[in-house]
C-alpha cells in the first residue's frame, strides 16, 4: 500500500511564498514522476507542475518563474516552492506519483488527500 501525504499549506497574502511537501510511504519499488495539481472552487483539477526521475520539470504557463517542483528522492518526497503567490493560485493542491510497488508491477497513479492554499489579504 502506499500514501502520500502533503503538508505545507495555508493562508498567505498577495506576493507571498510557501512550500508545499508532499512524501510518499509503503511499499515502493521505484517512482516515475512526482507532480503537482490544483482545484479551486468550481473549477476543474489542473496540472501544476512535474518532475521526473531524471529530473525533468514542466510546468503549466500561469506559474513558470513563481513555482519550483523538486524532489528528495531519499526521502521519497517532493516539493513545491510557491513564490509571488497571487489569489487566483488559490486552490486545493493535490500531490501525485507514478509508482511501481515491485519490479514487475506496472506503475500505478497516487493521490494525496490535498492541502488548501489560500491566496488573500
Known amino acids: 500500500q502506499v500514501q502520500l501525504v502533503e503538508s505545507g499549506g495555508g493562508l498567505v497574502q498577495p506576493g507571498g511564498s510557501l512550500r508545499l511537501s508532499c512524501a510518499a510511504s509503503g511499499s515502493i519499488f521505484s517512482t516515475n514522476a512526482m507532480a503537482w495539481y490544483r482545484q479551486a472552487p468550481g473549477k476543474q483539477r489542473e496540472f501544476v507542475a512535474v518532475i521526473t526521475s531524471g529530473g525533468t520539470t514542466n510546468y503549466v504557463d500561469s506559474v513558470k518563474g513563481r513555482f519550483t517542483i523538486s524532489t528528495d528522492n531519499a526521502k521519497n518526497t517532493v516539493y513545491l516552492q510557491m513564490n509571488s503567490l497571487r489569489p487566483e493560485d488559490t486552490a486545493v493542491y493535490y500531490c501525485?506519483?507514478?509508482?511501481?510497488?515491485?519490479?514487475?508491477?506496472?506503475?500505478?497513479?497516487?493521490w494525496g488527500q490535498g492541502t488548501q492554499v489560500t491566496v488573500s489579504s
Open positions: 501525485n506519483a507514478n509508482i511501481k510497488v515491485r519490479s514487475y508491477s506496472p506503475v500505478s497513479s497516487y
